[in-house]
């Protein structure tokens, strides 16, 4: 008889008669009740561990064996047994037993609550697994994430305490300090309003009704659905849904008005609106289609401006009219992909302008969301050919719009303002700074009309008050730190809460500054933080991690410090494997800046004996992969530790995240300084114990499978790399990325000339292999075959895979592998132990 039935057995004839009922819905049981815990496991009862501070009505035995309801506050690391279980009813009568003795509490009904598995049974334990790539590939052929756990994930904030969350399938509306949560909806009440709507079938409606995840109108009392290509508008209160469209055509990039009482979206690239409540399309313009795009962003500047979100257009604050942009892409030349997977071969055809080339032509329209005759903002003595709008919005006067505009090589910004459609343009102030100026975000009205806007003047992203005539009033932030996003500014207190680099350059952190005062800090030094602000309040929910800890979750009010656990997100997987050494090291350049690296040493590493290296780098302009986080466990560098190879990540000094100002010596010379760098930074690795410097291989990805070809045709440092989905000559690429950071070639020819992998193909150093998406529409595959052609004139041999259904973006078992095998037979080692 095992443990567990012996258990049972003397319960059912101990237990009290006058305590024996019908089980309730689950048990709690304290962290420390690990023997009742291993002993249900054991039995194939399941045990889950509560995983969020929370309240719950529960019940608990009191004198008389009375079963009494309460309010209780229960910790993280609760034990839960639920009864609806193979078994069930046998836990439950082990824990009501337990009940009697005062260990455990029962809830009586279902309650969402935020759970992962417990510890399992200590016994029987295998020794620790070495980490190999079987980790890495996830069910699906395509890259595992690795050991990050299962973090929860918060919906939007409803008011300045409560919040979205899903738990078991389904959307509660969350008391933030407690926990307590109830129904968001009722499905039966929405799928009674989608099932009023004419062509929608009963499944078709109680699945809508049963999603955790809506497109809410702001007022949150209805939501936007799909009948085909046709939006309709359902709401939460049973009212009868509305179809607002009826269209052959789709509806791109749908919004709400501020106000609710409309929808905007582009559909054939034409701007259209529709009253909610008097269901009937408005089309706004008229010359869409083709080469000409109103409200939605042609190619490149979806690509380099708009962060690959295509929406163009902006509703006024009080919801009568739409800012949008036009394009024109004319002027602009086609470059052609063809996808070799049919018999004739498909061809593909679309505006990309590459350097020097001409960029679309754009305009600013304004235009009555009832429909109207849009107008065209005057952009003063800018030229087209030389004009790039980065970025356009409302004055809060609503009538008056500005907008971000620079010149093709975004030396300059002019925020400009239009105090109505019809006015002359007034530029505030031009913004400037010692190479290329970028987009810093929407500028932030008080109430007082004044704004707060942020500038890489210094050297370093830093908020700056302005009169609403652009005088400048003087900083609100300075410091060698990031401003990285504007959250939310209060007007009336003059705070503004923001993310910031401000206590690690490779981490975030909250702060909040008053005008005129110090910044304050929010979280916790030592650890890298993704907020969710309440949209008024000192509330925020903050996910946060470092690099040896998995992301978890805690809300917590600002000045106050926590107030409740959301996540503990354990991740007890890890406990199994073996893990290689790990060191976050800042490398010392010659010049005395210091670079952000990382180390991955073999399990077993023996200083005695020599290990190769390999380099992961990205290395893009103000874009670090350094981050103090987890990082899933760094399974793919524990894969090739495992294998017997040191891996170093690092940040060359352009892409370390330490200012703008760093990120400045890439300029006009793209590859050049990074390469400086990571060679430095080999030969300090290479200066260590058990470091072959005559092993040392590089890969990347997109910019940083240009530093892979770039390093290889470069230096002799590398003895191998992987340029994957690489740009190998910047004169291939688009103009917006590039003369940014390059100017046109015109301006700056030998800048192209010291940057090209193509031009120095007969220097190549090492094995290298190149690695394209043949379908690649962001740096196509011409860069690619333009290599290997001249490396094949000089002579010189390489290995190549293409992927002919891949664009930029390659994945799956088949990539992964191709590079693992490649690295293991460059670097001399065999898969396993």
Known sequence: MSRFVALVAVTLVSWPAQVRAEPAFAYLLPPTATDVSEALQRSGVAVSELRED?????????????????????????????????????????????????????????????????????????????????????????????????????????????????????????????????????????????????????????????????????????????????????????????????????????????????????????????????????????????????????????????????????????????????????????????????????????????????????????????????????????????????????????????????????????????????????????????????????????????????SDRSGWRHLYHYAADGTLLGPVTSGAWDVKDLLRVDGAEKTAYFTATYTNNNGTDLCRVKLGEKTELLTEKGQSHRVSLAPSGALFVDRHTDPVTPLRARLVEAGKGEVRTLDTNPVREREKYKFGRFERVKVPMKDGFELEATVTYPPDFDPAKKHPVWVFTYAGPHMPTIRDEWGGGRVLDNTLATNGVIVLRVDPRSASGKGMQSAWACYKQLGVQELKDLEETVAWLAAKPGVDAARVGISGHSYGGFMAAYALTHSKTFSAGIASGAVTDWKLYDTIYTERYMLTPKENASGYAKSSCVAAAKDVHGKLLVVHGMMDDNVHVQNSVQLADALQRAGRDFEMMFYPQARHGIGGSHYLKLQLEFIRRTMGVKAGN
């Open 54 to 454: 929370i309240v719950l009505p529960v019940e608990a035995l009191r004198p008389g064996r009375v079963w009494h309801p309460e309010l209780v506050r229960v910790p993280a690391g609760a034990l839960v047994v639920r009864t609806d279980q193979s078994h069930g009813w046998v836990a439950a009568c082990v824990l009501e037993a337990r009940a009697v003795e005062g260990v455990s509490r029962r809830l009586p009904k279902p309650y969402p609550m935020w759970l992962g598995t417990a510890p399992g049974v200590t016994d029987g334990r295998v020794a620790k697994q070495p980490i190999t790539e079987a980790l890495l590939i996830g069910h699906g052929g395509g890259f595992s994430f690795g050991l990050q756990g299962a973090p929860v994930s918060v919906g939007e904030w409803l008011d300045a305490e409560h919040f979205l969350q899903v738990k078991d399938g389904k959307l509660w509306a969350v008391e933030a300090r407690t926990g307590k949560a109830g129904p968001f909806a009722d499905p039966e009440v929405i799928a009674k309003s989608v099932r009023a709507l004419k062509g929608v079938d009963a499944s078709t409606a109680d699945g809508i009704a049963k999603r955790t995840g809506f497109r809410f109108s702001p007022d949150r009392t209805a939501f936007l659905f799909n009948v085909g290509p046709d939006l309709a508008l359902g709401y939460f209160d049973g009212t009868p849904a509305v179809r607002l469209t009826k269209s052959d055509g789709g509806a791109e990039h749908v919004t709400f008005s501020p106000d609710g009482t409309r929808v905007a979206f582009v559909r054939g690239g034409n701007l259209f609106a529709v009253d909610v409540k008097k269901p009937e399309e408005k089309q706004l313009t008229h010359d869409g289609g083709g080469e000409i795009l109103n409200g939605v962003a042609d190619w490149v500047y979806e690509e380099e401006i708009f962060n690959r979100d295509g929406k163009a257009f902006w509703w006024s604050p009080d919801g009568k009219h739409l800012a949008f942009l036009r394009f024109d892409d004319s002027p602009v030349k086609k470059f052609n992909i063809v996808n070799l997977n049919s018999t004739r071969g498909q061809l593909e055809s679309y505006p990309y302008p590459k350097v020097g080339d001409p960029n679309p032509t754009v305009k600013i329209g304004v235009v009555p969301a009832e429909g109207g005759k849009p107008v065209f903002l005057d952009l003063g003595a800018n030229t087209p050919e030389d004009t790039l709008v980065t970025r356009v919005g409302w004055l809060p006067d609503a009538k008056g719009v500005f907008a971000h505009v620079t010149n093709r090589t975004q030396t300059f910004l002019d925020f400009t303002v239009w105090a109505t459609p019809a006015a002359k343009p007034k530029v505030l102030f031009r913004e400037t700074t010692k190479a290329w100026v970028e987009d810093a975000g929407p500028p932030h009205f008080l109430a007082d009309g004044t704004f707060l806007f942020a």
